[in-house]
């Protein structure tokens, strides 16, 4: 493929900024790549693995030049680095972020950046309960969806662009405003992941039941909660607290329908409890027919 940027900088240099590196290296999308990490430990594995030609530990140095800047940090942090770079972006440069929030990050990024540059959120709907330079793969974009937030005023040149990259890095791209984009996210990741969390901390929490028993016996359900409460505790925090009104709203929601459950199990309503998981299952059914997941029991885990 032909280069698409001449250099790209990535701010951030984790699970989400390394695929991104790995995608641009195997099709030759980019041509160059600094990045700027918070730990010199960080810089120094991204560089070590070849994630990018140059690293910097000012932010400010890395986008110089840069004609794509991702912002790939915490949610937290992108409004101080946004102002930290912002004198020093290049005019015209296509500037975008992955963060997992979007109304927030409009917010946080946007007044600090001068006119003369392309603001275009985006989020890839992709990712594991890894984090780190290491744990980066040029495939996790694949099929998945990256979501794009551009407004009335975004220019239609720049979104193509944008959009071509995540096409090229395998992803398929849709668009939506960041209101929008925040209350999916809240259904389908972000009250997901604090369900998760609970319940894991529940089982913590239980005493009667020791933690090698949690441990050793953790059937299907609980094991897959595991997994998704393994995810990095400062991503997850900054989610939460950049995406409040719609996870609490969906939460509201959630302890409706938890309550109405329980009681069906209370007053031995198993039409109710049937009828319930029947609709649930179509669900599931749904994201294999839409290809997002395996159809492969238990997640494809393997059994003698
Ligand atoms: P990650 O693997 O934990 O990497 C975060 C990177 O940000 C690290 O390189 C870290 O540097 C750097 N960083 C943190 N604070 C910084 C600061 N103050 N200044 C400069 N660099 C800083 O995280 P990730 O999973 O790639 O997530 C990055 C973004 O993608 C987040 O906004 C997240 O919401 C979004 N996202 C994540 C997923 C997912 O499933 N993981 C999916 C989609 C989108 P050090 O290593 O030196 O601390």
Not at 101 to 124: E, M, T
Not at 161 to 169: F, G, Y
Request: overall charge negative; glycine content about 8%; hydrophobic content about 45%.
């Amino acid at each position: 493929m032909a280069v698409m940027f001449e250099r790209v900088a990535l701010l951030g240099l984790g699970l989400i900024a390394s695929s991104m590196a790995l995608g641009m290296r195997r099709s030759g999308l980019a041509g160059s790549i600094t990045g700027h990490a918070r730990s010199a430990e960080t810089r120094d594995v991204a560089m070590e693995l070849g994630l990018v030609d140059a690293v910097f530990d000012s932010a400010a140095e890395a986008v110089v030049d840069a004609d794509l800047v991702v912002f790939c940090v915490p949610v937290g942090v992108m409004g101080d680095l946004a102002a930290e770079v912002a004198p020093n972006l290049k005019p015209g440069a296509l500037v975008t972020d992955v963060g997992s929030v979007k109304n927030a990050v409009v917010q946080a990024i946007g007044p600090h950046l001068p006119d003369n540059v392309h603001f275009i959120p985006g989020h890839p709907l992709a990712g594991t309960e890894h984090s780190g330079p290491r744990s980066g793969f040029a495939s996790l974009f694949k099929n998945r969806w990256c979501l794009l937030t551009p407004t009335g005023e975004t220019d239609p040149a720049a979104l193509q662009k944008l959009t071509d990259l995540w096409l090229a890095l395998g992803a398929k791209v849709d668009t939506m405003d960041a209101e929008h984009h925040d209350l999916v996210l809240a259904v389908t990741s972000h009250a997901p992941h604090l369900i998760a969390y609970t319940m894991v901390g529940v089982a913590d929490d239980l005493k009667r039941v020791t933690e090698s028993e949690v441990i050793n016996y953790s059937a299907a359900g609980f094991r897959d909660f595991t997994r998704i409460a393994a995810s990095d505790p400062t991503m997850w925090r900054d989610v939460f607290l950049n995406n409040k009104e719609a996870t609490i709203e969906i939460l509201g929601r959630f302890t409706e329908e938890l309550f109405d459950l329980q009681r069906a199990i209370r007053r031995g309503d198993g039409q109710q409890l049937f009828d319930y998981f029947t609709r649930t299952r179509a669900i599931r059914r749904g994201i294999i027919e839409a290809g997002q997941d395996t159809d492969a029991p238990d997640f494809g885990r393997e059994h003698e």
